[in-house]
């Protein structure tokens, strides 16, 4: 089955500086990688989404990169703000068939203002 | 108002005794799933389920059990067989078979083993 490893698992910056999350997956079958958002006491909610036939996503001042060779992807948060203090969850999976969402284990990002 | 409502928010329970979670959503989405939260484990894939009437074994489904006799609904229940209970639980949902899967998540049931 699918295997997502997230690092780092806590990560500090500075309010304005970038912070960098990567993630690789195992199955290669795998075509479509989502991020989550969950902020403390919340539910989880998607910020970006990248499929396989694509390398880059950008939305604002997130960004998402995907490395099919390497299976590796990787969040980007520019310019942060303490509103971007959260967990971040990667996941991956394959929406045609039976669909399973594999995630990793979470990035806790603490902003400092 | 469109969502997944998961109840109850706080659960207690007694070891030995069975427990069963609500999970209902009114997006008309076909997929349906059980995740696990734990401190530093992410989250971990209980059950799913594609349509009405069948489901699939997560990476973590000892102990648990689920059914889905409606669309809409989707309810786990966690078994006296499950030897570490206390967790976050979260419900979600998606459109299933689509090209992009994301996930609409409810907002959750603690569950506390006394």
């Known amino acids: 089955g699918e295997n997502v490893e997230q690092h780092p698992s806590t990560l500090s910056v500075q309010e304005g500086d970038s912070a960098v999350i990567k993630c690789t997956y195992s199955?290669?079958?795998?075509?479509?990688f989502p991020w989550y958002k969950q902020e403390l006491g919340k539910r989880p909610q998607l910020i970006i989404d990248i499929r396989s036939n694509v390398g880059e996503k950008k939305d604002q001042r997130i960004a998402v990169t995907l490395n099919k060779t390497a299976k590796h992807f990787s969040l980007h948060i520019t310019e942060t703000q303490p509103e971007d203090s959260a967990v971040y969850f990667c996941a991956a999976s394959n929406p045609g068939g039976y669909q399973k969402v594999t995630f990793g284990i979470g990035t806790k990002l603490q902003v400092i203002p | 108002d469109g969502g997944i409502t998961q109840s109850p928010k706080y659960l207690f329970r007694k070891e030995g005794q069975n427990v069963t979670l609500s999970c209902e959503q009114n997006l008309n989405h076909d997929a349906m799933y059980w995740y696990r939260q734990d401190p530093g484990q992410g989250l971990r894939l209980i059950y799913y389920s594609q349509i009405v009437n069948d489901f699939q074994k997560g990476d973590i489904a000892e102990g648990y059990s689920v059914s889905r006799e409606k669309k809409e609904s989707f309810p786990l229940t966690v078994t006296s067989a499950q030897k570490n209970p206390t967790a976050f639980y979260l419900c979600a949902s998606s459109v299933g078979q689509a090209l992009t899967g994301e996930l609409f998540f409810g907002e959750g049931s603690r569950l506390t083993v006394l």
């Open positions: 199955d290669s079958a795998s075509n479509y």
